[in-house]
């Protein structure tokens, strides 16, 4: 049997709301589990010196520092997250490492990448942030990143992911995000396949564990 993916039925005012209240602890929570995961997909993207790249759901701004170190003086990081909780945090992060005036952030829901012109960008990352968003959406966001992106432009995925059939950690998450949205908003998805579906070409896949839940480490490109 073909297995699904679980919608996302909270609203982006409920996922604002949560990310804001979430902003404070997110390193205490997520940070240290999550980071080998971020740092695999950075590794994934390679950002040279002098690219222009955009992190979609940047968070508490650890790989937007990061990116802004690999792209140097020359290059230039967009930043979009749609928490103005989040966006204080990394701004902070950023300017306290002297880095700020390389990155622009934005706030907003990244369905809509309307402020940034196609073919203008080398690469765009995300990490644990395509998987919050609706069926629907998923292909819309991916679409965007496509259209933004030059020709030969990178995209890095980090995400949690689905085994088919599903193992019981998976299930697991499944079960807290059906019953509890608000705390366990993302799940699971298939992010090779959906970046497939986009139109994406896929260069390097990596599938790791967390905590016993699958997580894909996919770059792909624009042809
Ligand atoms: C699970 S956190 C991951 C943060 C960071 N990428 C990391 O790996 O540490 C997801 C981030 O995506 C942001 N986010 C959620 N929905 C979004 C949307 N529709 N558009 C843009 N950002 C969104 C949240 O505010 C949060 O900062």
């Known amino acids: 049997m073909t297995e699904t993916i679980r919608r996302v039925n909270r609203s982006k005012d409920d996922a604002r709301a949560s990310y804001?209240?979430?902003?404070?602890?997110?390193?205490?929570?997520?940070?240290?589990?999550?980071?080998?995961?971020?740092?695999?997909?950075?590794?994934?993207?390679?950002?040279?010196?002098?690219?222009?790249?955009?992190?979609?759901?940047?968070?508490?701004?650890?790989?937007?520092?990061?990116?802004?170190?690999?792209?140097?003086?020359?290059?230039?990081?967009?930043?979009?997250?749609?928490?103005?909780?989040?966006?204080?945090?990394?701004?902070?992060?950023?300017?306290?490492?002297?880095?700020?005036?390389?990155?622009?952030?934005?706030?907003?829901?990244?369905?809509?990448?309307?402020?940034?012109?196609?073919?203008?960008?080398?690469?765009?990352?995300?990490?644990?942030?395509?998987?919050?968003f609706d069926n629907p959406e998923i292909p819309r966001v991916l679409q965007e990143c496509k259209r933004i992106l030059k020709p030969g432009g990178r995209v890095a995925v980090v995400s949690m992911t689905k085994t088919n059939p599903p193992g019981l950690p998976v299930r697991i998450y499944e079960w807290f995000h059906d019953t509890m949205p608000n705390y366990a908003d993302c799940r699971p998805i298939f992010a090779k396949q959906a970046m497939e579906e986009s139109g994406l070409v896929i260069q390097d896949v990596s599938v790791s564990s967390m905590w016993g839940l699958p997580v894909e480490i996919v770059l792909g490109k624009k042809a």
């Open 20 to 132: 804001n209240r979430l902003s404070r602890w997110y390193d205490m929570i997520a940070g240290s589990t999550e980071k080998k995961y971020r740092d695999m997909g950075l590794e994934k993207l390679s950002a040279q010196p002098g690219e222009k790249i955009l992190e979609v759901g940047f968070g508490t701004g650890h790989c937007l520092l990061s990116l802004a170190q690999s792209v140097g003086a020359a290059g230039r990081v967009i930043g979009l997250d749609i928490s103005d909780g989040m966006l204080a945090i990394a701004k902070d992060r950023l300017e306290k490492e002297g880095l700020g005036e390389r990155v622009d952030l934005h706030l907003g829901d990244a369905a809509n990448l309307n402020f940034i012109e196609a073919n203008s960008l080398d690469g765009v990352f995300m990490s644990f942030t395509l998987e919050l």
